[in-house]
């Protein structure tokens, strides 16, 4: 046994070669860093990749915003839905209910969905940054419940990972949950069938919100 394994250790060794002399390679630093250039246009890429990811997207001037959340409340036949403390969003017809005490995983799941804001979006990716805090809410709001609508900010969206990163920097010290949502939760089996809702919203409506 042991004259098969130095066997095989020899010739792992004569394919790998001599050990180079000049160390690790350098990795390579070509890549966009957070606050270069961009050659296009934010707010359309973002809205662009987010209906790609199977979420729908609605964009709203300021003033239509309520509007337009009641309209899809009533498409989706909201009664009830969870807000993070002190809602900055009222629904007409739509009772908010705050997480204020937090709300257990059941109660969450008897609600219709859940609205929040978002700390960042990401145009490259069509993501959602969420960090725990303010309109975001805590991380349990936006697991829970099978529908999120969730309002974006014209002037939150970044344009690429790197940004977003840099941008989350003090969620990160106060060690925050940072959440990055790319569409409604999906996954696949082994036959690659889509299944949508196992590890989070099975929809996800975005409000991207132009002044």
Do not use: N
């Not at 990811?53 to 709203?60: C, E, L, N, P, S």
């Not at 805090?133 to 936006?142: I, K, N, S, V």
């Not at 900010?153 to 969620?171: G, K, N, S, T």
């Not at 790319?182 to 989070?200: K, N, Y």
Request: glycine fraction near 10%; charge should be negative; charged fraction near 25%.
């Amino acid at each position: 046994m042991t004259a098969a394994r130095d066997e095989v250790m020899r010739r792992i060794r004569d394919a790998l070669g001599p050990a180079p002399d000049a160390g690790p390679p350098e990795v390579p630093r070509e890549y966009r860093q957070a606050g270069e250039p961009i050659d296009f246009d934010v707010l359309e890429r973002f809205c662009e990749v987010v209906a790609d990811y199977d979420a729908t997207v609605h964009r709203v001037a300021g003033r239509k915003l309520r509007g337009a959340l009641a309209e899809v409340c009533r498409a989706h036949g909201v009664k009830r839905l969870a807000t993070p403390v002190g809602p900055p969003w009222k629904v007409r017809g739509v009772e908010l209910v705050a997480d204020d005490p937090p709300l257990g995983a059941r109660e969450l799941d008897a609600l219709d969905g859940v609205l929040t804001g978002c700390a960042a979006a990401v145009a490259e990716t069509g993501s959602i940054v969420l960090d725990g805090a303010g309109r975001c809410g805590r991380r349990a709001l936006t697991l829970v419940p099978d529908l999120h609508l969730c309002v974006v900010l014209a002037e939150q969206i970044l344009p690429a990972v790197p940004d977003a990163i840099a941008a989350m920097a003090p969620a990160a010290r106060e060690g925050r949950p940072i959440t990055f949502v790319s569409g409604p939760s999906a996954t696949a089996d082994i036959e690659l069938s889509r299944v949508h809702g196992v590890h989070g919203p099975r929809t996800l409506e975005v409000f991207v919100v132009e002044r």
